[in-house]
């Protein structure tokens, strides 16, 4: 499975951007797409995923400030970030669960948030 991700950058506090992600290769089938992050010195976490039947699940930190939406169809995803804060720094992996319970991911894509 391949991935392309886009829309990381910098950003001031408070600002927003939109991750997107698209996958593509030979899956069996699709259960969830998602973002992972992780920053320097810490370990990978769950930001957010969406089911193909369009459960949703944020991380605590996030909720209220993210929105994730997509299309497991088409194998597309985005993050909606709002409200970022400093904390929110981090490269962002794009993932995508197939019904066997494999778990596929994205080279990654750079968010800081900083004045």
């Known amino acids: 499975v391949q991935f392309v991700e886009s829309g990381g950058g910098l950003v001031q506090p408070g600002g927003s951007l939109r991750l997107s992600c698209a996958a593509s290769?030979?899956?069996?089938?699709?259960?969830?797409m998602g973002w992972y992050r992780q920053a320097p010195g810490k370990q990978r976490d769950v930001v957010a995923s969406?089911?193909?039947?369009?459960?949703?699940n944020y991380a605590d930190s996030v909720k209220g400030r993210f929105t994730i939406s997509g299309d497991n169809a088409k194998r597309t995803v985005y993050l909606q970030m709002n409200s970022l804060k400093p904390e929110d720094t981090a490269l962002y992996y794009c993932?995508?669960?197939?019904?066997?319970?494999?778990?596929?991911w994205g080279q990654g894509t750079q968010v800081t948030v900083s004045s």
């Open positions: 290769g030979s899956v069996s089938g699709i259960y969830a």
């Open positions: 969406i089911t193909t039947t369009g459960r949703t």
């Open positions: 993932t995508l669960n197939d019904d066997t319970g494999h778990l596929y």
